[in-house]
């Protein structure tokens, strides 16, 4: 019995060629096809400029330091996301505050954000969990009446929409390209905006502040993409419709099939196009496993899991450590509570059948 993994990056003969075509071009750094790829990204996006960067945790630190927050400044984050999204913020001697989740889309929830908003409060970030956008309307009214500075983090969701607009284009878009992804570079990010003034300083800020010739006018970094990266991206680009049409099919059918009690499937905002990075359930109190056991069970019969997360955010030894709590009850519940089952492009119609029948086995 074949395992089913968690994820699997779909690389193709087409990124072989185009990486083979680059090797043997001798131009391996940021260049022609770097560029070429943020023009294909912002089209597709549907913003004005697109700055490619060297993986999706620089693109958040890069938009931080770009939009010019100063260090004690307090950005509301979500406290049930990846690490990188409140980290980026630390990188810049900011105050990360951790807002409670919706409890139906795990997405930042905007009353307990408009609580956490004071006088300090210069950003909002976003994230569009798992694939799905949090609700931009009222996000984004938020940071109007207060004078916010929007930030989204999209590292999970290239291709979903909010109300027919894609997501990074609502603020400013930062976005990863790693394997897990639902298009990948191997590592890369991106960083959407139709600010051109901001656009061009997130230019000089990746190249170190360079503004050609060894003339540097600010102190920068080398947060580059390479020609490599960029290559790949552009096949995986116009791949990525594909991509997410596969995840859409395979998560309506897991959430048809799987039937068990005690277990909750994924809830769809309906102005939203979900674009299912990952496909995560909830398993409920009257469950007869607990969800670790749940794990176990699954991966006895041949099929991975992954638990994101499995804590929120303020409770990492690093958050601790700092001294940085807060109370979101929401995403402490439903932490202990998720796990994701395989939704990726590569399942087959038997992989799908066996992922839903042991989930309604188990236990």
Known sequence: ???????????????????????????????????????????????????????????????????????????????????????????????????????????????????????????????????????????????????????????????????????????????????????????????TTDDDALAERLRLLRNHGDLGKYNHVMLGYNYRMTNIQGAIGLVQLRKLDGFINARIRNAEYLSSHITRDGITTPWRDPRCKHVYNQYVLRVEDEFPMSRDDLAGYLQSKGIGTGIHYPMPVYEQPLYRQLGIRSNCPVAEDISRRVISVPVHPGLNDDDLKRIADAVNSAG
């Open 1 to 191: 019995m074949d395992f089913i993994p968690i994820a699997r990056p779909l690389l193709g003969d087409e990124e072989v060629e185009a990486v083979s075509q680059v090797i043997r071009s001798g131009m391996l750094v940021q260049g022609e096809l770097v560029r070429r790829f943020e023009e294909e990204f912002s089209a597709y996006t549907g913003v004005r400029n697109s700055v490619a960067v060297s993986n999706g945790t620089v693109a958040l630190d890069l938009a931080l330091r770009a939009l010019g927050l100063k260090p004690g400044d307090e950005v509301i984050c979500p406290a049930f996301t990846f690490i990188a999204t409140s980290n980026a913020v630390l990188y810049q001697g900011l105050r990360p505050v951790f807002a409670d989740v919706d409890p139906r889309t795990f997405n930042i929830d905007p009353g307990d954000v408009l609580e956490k908003v004071n006088s300090n409060t210069k950003a909002i970030v976003g994230v569009h969990l798992y694939g799905q956008p949090f609700d931009v309307k009222a996000i984004g009214e938020i940071c109007e009446d207060h004078d916010l500075i929007l930030i989204e983090d999209c590292a999970q969701a290239h291709g979903a929409e909010y109300s027919g607009k894609r997501v990074g284009s609502f603020g400013t878009g930062c976005f990863s390209f790693y394997p897990t992804k639902n298009m990948t570079t191997g590592e890369g990010g991106m960083i």
